[in-house]
């Protein structure tokens, strides 16, 4: 019978591997270290007497001497242990943030793109290091979200990420190492005192203990905690979103103005979170709120990195920023597949009054006027209105012109908004 320390983690893995999809391989990511070399010894015992499929990623960054080391490592490790291993090598981009951070958006980003659709991860990640994530978060001043540090599990781009053992403190998996008579590689940054979370292991977290021995746990419970609690308040803010919503990615403006500065703060940022965007710095989003009653021709734009909020007729836009748009102008046959600047435009001119003058597609210049069916004459300027467009939205229309006559509008790739009378638009097939 195995010693109690590898029961409790092998009991965990069983329990995990429980709520994992039958017909769907597990993935470990193998840093090579203690914690993700024991999750890999264990996660093979465990899924051999399941019959389950196993394979190991490993991410080599490149950013140290010992990275070769490391992979060696890896790769004789799943030789001993029969386990399938994809290794991938990438770049750290490390503008704008910090090496930690950086190596940690590339490491997740090579997860995605590697592990299938449906399938598994597991990650090595403690009790410890969940009390670690905890204090950092609180020394950035975050709310419960960021409190609420490392899920157990969570699914992202179409991959479940699980933490089996974010209960199990680091010395309990040193212990069932020593058990098992484990190898694995020591990275030689994790002393770097210089590094905020290392700094934190080997400095805050001991004195911490010697005070209060049970510091890391009570530390990751708080975690436990505030995730609970963010989970119920985004309930609560989801559906009075629910009621603000307007349109695609738009709010009433004016509602959520008549609410307290705090409820404020809260909808916006769970918000941004619905749509995918990062959420803005505290300064960005006082400033947004500010204006939140601005007179319904100001031109309201607030934006951070990755994300910018409008305010147009009392409605608060959330966006991906969009790229200055440069003069643009081409010829076009109304048959050949145009690609603008901002996408395919996914139609083509299926008929012509006038099929001998050429035509030209542009980006909207402002003066169109389009002769519509059964509507006649129009300015395209009154139609825009009309349609409530904003008016960014506008600027990146693209106008099919012949000669001097608007024949038709198109927001790419795929919306047709009008075409001129005695002219049909037909839509491209995509590609099979």
């Known amino acids: 019978m195995a010693p109690q320390p ?23 990511a193998l840093s090579g270290g203690l914690d993700s070399c024991l999750l890999l010894a264990l996660a093979a015992k465990v899924c051999e007497q399941a019959d389950r499929h196993l394979r190991a990623i490993h991410i080599n960054h490149g950013l140290q001497a010992a990275a070769q080391t490391f992979e060696a490592h890896c790769r004789a490790m799943c030789v001993r242990v029969n386990v399938p291993l994809t290794v991938v090598n990438v770049a750290v981009n490390t503008q704008g943030k910090g090496i930690e951070g950086a190596a940690r958006t590339a490491r997740y980003e090579a997860f995605f793109a590697t592990i299938p659709a ?53 010395a309990e998996l040193e212990a069932a190492a020593g058990l098992l008579e484990l190898r694995w590689c020591e990275d030689p940054t994790n002393q770097d005192i210089r590094f905020d979370r290392n700094r934190l292991r080997h400095r805050i977290l001991p004195a911490l203990r010697e005070r209060w021995p049970t510091a890391v746990a009570a530390l990751a419970n708080s975690a436990t905690n505030a995730g609970e609690a963010d989970a119920v308040l985004s309930e609560y803010l989801a559906a009075e979103l629910n009621e603000l919503v307007t349109g695609e990615g738009q709010i009433d403006a004016s509602a959520l103005s008549q609410r307290s500065r705090p409820r404020q703060r809260l ?22 709120l500010d204006q939140l009653n601005a007179k319904a021709g100001a031109a309201v734009c607030v934006e951070w990195p990755g994300a ?16 200055a748009l440069s003069s643009w102008e081409v010829s076009w046959d109304g048959k050949t597949p145009l690609e603008t600047p901002i996408g395919p435009l996914g139609w083509q001119v299926a008929s012509l009054q006038e099929p001998s003058q050429p035509l030209r597609a542009t980006w909207r210049q402002g003066g169109e006027v389009i002769q519509l069916p059964e509507r006649g004459r129009r300015d395209l300027k009154r ?25 038709g509008v198109v927001r790419p790739p795929a919306q047709l908004l009008w075409h001129a009378e005695g002219v049909l638009f037909t ?6």
């Open 427 to 432: 839509r491209l097939r995509s590609p099979a």
């Open 6 to 28: 590898l029961n409790t983690l092998q009991s965990l893995l069983n329990d995990a591997l429980a709520e994992t999809p039958p017909g769907r391989s597990i993935w470990v």
């Open 118 to 170: 449906g399938d598994t991860l597991w990650l090595a990640q403690h009790q410890d290091d969940q009390a670690e994530t905890f204090l950092l978060a609180a020394l950035r001043g975050s709310g419960p979200r960021g409190l609420a540090g490392m899920p157990y599990r969570r699914e992202a781009q179409s991959t479940a990420l699980v933490r089996p053992w974010l209960s199990v403190c680091r």
């Open 383 to 407: 139609l825009l209105q009309e349609a409530d467009m904003p008016p960014w939205e506008r600027e990146r229309l693209v106008v099919i012109m012949q000669a001097e006559a608007c024949i």
């Open 267 to 288: 909808l916006v940022r769970t918000f941004c979170q619905q749509q995918g965007l990062p959420t803005p710095p505290q300064k960005r989003l006082e400033s947004l």
């Open 308 to 323: 910018q909020a409008r305010l147009w007729r009392q409605r608060l836009y959330l966006m991906v920023p969009f790229e």
